[in-house]
């Protein structure tokens, strides 16, 4: 069982919806992220939530929009997306963003665009 | 440009028999590395880790092995079972990048009977 949480499992959304995409996790850690998965590509980094503020932007296109309304939880809003944007959308979440710590993921939610 | 690549897409091993699993990388700042296993519908599962201060970390039936020399780490599972059938990613990361996890392309391990 992950101990990081993610709804909904699946999306369709057409490219005029608002939806949003949610992450939970209860362990006290301090550090959450969104990742964005291709089939058959390795996770890619998207944005990086330290003690609630947002520390990295990998130049994520404005559509994506996060948010860290407290410690234990991450949204992101979507507006707007386009068909090359269906993926699978993974949080995760690590004790700190000190050095020599796991990051543990959710399973993530699958993204599809009309 | 990528830093960390494991060059075997798949590989095929009997139960009980060893897995070896490779992984190389060519930035010299990355001084923590990990192992993930995805399952199909799941989100990466961590393993093992191993920071650059040691060469060798265990635990239970998988092993890591860091060559820092040769910039090459490699995941051992002893013995393997049909359960550790998965894709599995390498991941570093380095103190300057602190938690931004780079990751391999990944390799697709399937434990025969």
């Known amino acids: 069982d992950t101990e990081v949480t993610q709804t909904p499992k699946h999306l369709v959304m057409g490219m005029t919806n608002k939806k949003s995409l949610k992450c939970e996790q209860h362990?006290?850690?301090?550090?959450m992220y969104w990742y964005k998965q291709k089939a058959k590509k390795p996770p890619e980094l998207m944005f990086v939530?330290?003690?609630?503020?947002?520390?990295i932007n990998e130049s994520v296109p404005s559509r994506f929009s996060p948010e860290c309304p407290n410690s234990s939880l991450l949204n992101l809003h979507l507006h707007a997306l386009q068909p090359e944007d269906s993926a699978l959308y993974l949080c995760?979440?690590?004790?700190?963003?000190?050095?020599?710590?796991?990051?543990?993921f959710g399973d993530g939610t699958r993204l599809s665009i009309l | 440009d990528q830093q960390v690549k494991q060059n075997s897409p798949s590989l095929s091993v009997q139960e009980g028999r060893i897995s070896i699993l490779n992984c190389d990388y060519t930035?010299?700042?990355?001084?923590?590395f990990l192992w993930y296993k995805k399952y199909p519908a799941e989100g990466p599962t961590f393993l093992i880790s191993?920071?650059?201060?040691?060469d060798k970390n265990e635990d239970g039936r998988f092993t890591v092995f860091l060559n820092k020399s040769a910039k090459h780490l490699s995941l051992h599972i002893v013995p393997s079972q049909p359960g550790d059938s998965a894709v599995y990613f390498c991941?570093?990361?380095?103190?300057?990048?602190?938690?931004?996890?780079?990751f391999g392309t990944g390799t697709r391990l399937q434990v025969t009977l």
């Open positions: 995760a979440s690590s004790y700190d963003r000190g050095g020599n710590q796991p990051q543990h």
């Open positions: 362990m006290g850690h301090r550090a």
């Open positions: 939530y330290s003690y609630e503020k947002l520390s």
């Open positions: 930035n010299s700042m990355f001084d923590y």
């Open positions: 191993i920071s650059s201060i040691k």
């Open positions: 991941a570093a990361s380095g103190t300057g990048t602190a938690s931004k996890l780079t």
